[in-house]
């Protein structure tokens, strides 16, 4: 099976932009959740979607947004970019097994606000 | 909310045992994760525990303690490769999923 891909890898934006990221689960995943990665604060989580609907959201502005689609694949959307906004966005899926439940991340898009 | 301690950086020697800690409060705890990440790269799975107990795979194994709210992630067998960051994560019923701040391991020759 194919990993998480994630698109771009990387990208420079400037402040006022928007942007969105977009994530392609491995294959049978309907689970897809967002992350935050800065050196400062760590991996902040974002959202989750599950079968084309949010069930969980972090503490992120309204300015953060996404959505799944039928098809699971994920959009995340930042409107009106910050300086801060400047990191690591990553997107994972997960599946439940005999083993638990793992999570498997893509590698990322890094994004830069000038 | 929830708070998830783990320490932030650890040194050992090549072929030694390291073993990190991560203290964690929450409320319907539904499991707790260890992923390791190198630098620049995504983090990759290395174990899940949802009761209590010692849980074994290869050189890696993790314990968890959920009247404590304590886990451990224990290397053994240390090789230069295992110089990453490691994070602990907790579940929630809700299924919101919350990292530590993760551990930085060195691993000197």
């Known amino acids: 099976k194919a990993g998480v891909t994630q698109t771009p890898r990387y990208l420079i934006k400037t402040r006022g932009q928007q942007v969105t990221l977009s994530c392609s689960p491995i294959s049978g995943h309907r689970s897809v959740s967002w992350y935050q990665q800065t050196p400062g604060q760590g991996l902040q989580f974002l959202f989750e979607?599950?079968?084309?609907?949010?069930?969980n959201k972090g503490n992120f502005p309204g300015r953060f947004s996404g959505r799944q689609f039928s098809n699971s694949r994920s959009e995340m959307n930042v409107s009106t970019l910050e300086l801060g906004d400047s990191a690591l966005y990553l997107c994972?899926?997960?599946?439940?097994?005999?083993?638990?439940?793992?999570?498997?991340f893509g590698s990322g898009t890094q994004l830069s606000v000038l | 909310g929830q708070n998830i301690d783990q320490p932030t950086e650890m040194t050992a020697t090549e072929g030694a045992i390291v073993q990190i800690n991560c203290t964690y409060q929450?409320?319907?705890?539904?499991?707790l994760f260890w992923y390791q990440q190198h630098a620049g790269e995504a983090p990759t799975f290395l174990s899940y525990?949802?009761?209590?107990g010692l849980e074994e795979k290869g050189r890696f194994s993790s314990f968890l303690s959920r009247s404590k709210g304590y886990s451990y992630l224990l290397l053994k067998e240390l090789q230069m490769k295992d110089s990453a960051s490691y994070l602990c994560?907790?579940?929630?019923?809700?299924?919101?999923?919350?990292f530590g701040a993760g551990t930085t391991v060195t691993v000197r020759a």
């Open positions: 979607y599950f079968s084309e609907t949010q069930r």
């Open positions: 929450t409320s319907g705890f539904n499991g």
């Open positions: 994972a899926s997960s599946e439940r097994t005999g083993e638990g439940e793992k999570l498997f």
């Open positions: 994560a907790v579940r929630r019923n809700d299924y919101k999923l919350s």
């Open positions: 525990n949802v009761l209590d």
